[in-house]
C-alpha cells in the first residue's frame, strides 16, 4: 500500500494538493484538499482491467470554476433547506438562497468550495487522509464554531471509507455528505446499471424538491429498488415524482435504522461485471441519477458529462429537516459530536 502527493493547481486560498492512495490490488483513490473532492477511484473489471468510475476533473481549476459539487465533501447541511430558513431555540436563521428561492448543500462557500488541511498517514492495514476544517461561527450564516473532520481511509478489502466528525461550541445544524458523481462502466450511460436500494418508503417532494414531510411507501412506484431494478427501467414513466425532477433526485428512508451500520444500496454494471455497496449508519441515501448534466461542462480527458451519465449516492439525514419535526434530528448540541460513516465496497461478479 502507498501514498503519493503532487501540486495539484491554484485556489482562491491557496495551492492545492492531491493525493492518491493505492492499494495492494491496484484500487487506486485521489482525493484533493480543495472541497475534499474525490477525484477519482480506480477498480478493476471482471476481467481485471482497470478503470476509473467517478466523473471529476483534471485540475484544481476546473474545480474553483465549475459547479455541480464534483466528488466534494458537502456541508454544513447537504441537500435543501427549504426557503434557507429554519428556527433553532427559538432564533431564525436566514441562509443563503442559492438554489431558486432555497439552499443547497451548504451555501454559496461551503465546505465544497474551502481548502481543507490535509494529514497523510500509512498503517499496515489502511491508508488515511485526514480533512479538517474550522467553520467560524456565521459563516454562511449558521450558528456556532464547527470543527469539522473528514477521515479517507482506503483497505485491501477494496473499499473506501469515509468516517465524518464534527463539534461545536453552540447548538447548530449538520448533514454532511460525499457528492460523488458514480458510472461503474467507466464511461457512457447509467441507465443499464441495476439499483437495489434498501428502503421501504422515500420523502416525495413539491415542485421545488423541498420534502412535502410525507414518508411514501415505494410500493406499486417507480421508486420501489427493494429489488435489483436497471435505473433506466421505469425513469420515463409517467410519475409526478419523476416529472419534477427529470428522473431520480429523491432521500431514501434506509431500513434497518437502529442498525449501527446497514447497507443502504448495491449497484451492478452487467458489462464490466462491477458492484459497488454502499454502508452507512445515516438514516437517508440520496439517489440522483445525473438528470441536471447537460454535455455543457467536459470533465477529464474532455469527455463531455451528458444526462444520465453518472448517479450519486448520497448517504445523509434528510433534506429540510429542520422544518420538519416528523424527520430525524439534525442539530448538533454544543459539546456533543456527530459521528457518521459511509463504506463503499467495490467488487466483481
Known sequence: ????????????????????????????????????????????????????????????????????????????????????????????????????????????????????????????????????YLSKDGEENYPGNLSARVDYVV???????????????????INLTNHSYFNLAGG???????LMINADAFTPVSEDLIPTGEQ???EGTPMDFRSPQKIGARINEPYDQLSFTGGYD??????DADSALKLATRVYDPVSGRKLEV???Q???QFYSGNFLDGSLEGKGGVAYQ????????????????????????????????QELAVFRFSVE
Open 283 to 285: 438514516p437517508g441515501l
Open 155 to 173: 483497505n485491501n478489502r477494496d473499499e473506501l471509507e469515509i468516517r465524518y466528525e464534527a463539534t461545536t461550541d453552540k447548538d447548530t445544524i
Open 1 to 132: 500500500m502507498r501514498i503519493t502527493q503532487r501540486a495539484f493547481g491554484k485556489t482562491p486560498d491557496g495551492d492545492a494538493t492531491l493525493f492518491t492512495f493505492t492499494n495492494d490490488n491496484g484500487v487506486e483513490v485521489s482525493i484533493t484538499n480543495y472541497g475534499g473532492a474525490i477525484t477519482s477511484i480506480v477498480v478493476p473489471d471482471r476481467a481485471g482491467k482497470l478503470g476509473d468510475v467517478v466523473l471529476g476533473y483534471d485540475s484544481v481549476e476546473e474545480y474553483v470554476e465549475h459547479p455541480r459539487f464534483m466528488g466534494a465533501l458537502i456541508g454544513r447541511y447537504a441537500n435543501r433547506i427549504a426557503h434557507g430558513r429554519f428556527s433553532l431555540n427559538g432564533v431564525q436563521y436566514q441562509l443563503a438562497q442559492n438554489n431558486g428561492a432555497n439552499h443547497l448543500h451548504g451555501g454559496i462557500k461551503a465546505f465544497h468550495k474551502v481548502l481543507w488541511n490535509a494529514e497523510p498517514d500509512k498503517s499496515d492495514h489502511e491508508l488515511t487522509l485526514r480533512l479538517t
Open 188 to 194: 457512457s450511460s447509467i441507465l443499464d446499471h441495476e
Open 216 to 218: 411514501r411507501n415505494v
Open 307 to 338: 444526462k444520465y451519465s453518472a448517479m450519486c449516492l448520497e448517504t445523509q439525514h434528510f433534506p429540510d429537516s429542520p422544518n420538519h419535526a416528523n424527520f430525524p434530528s439534525t442539530v448538533l448540541r454544543a459539546g456533543e459530536r456527530f
Open 279 to 281: 454502508l452507512t449508519t
Open 250 to 255: 429523491h432521500n431514501f428512508v434506509l431500513n
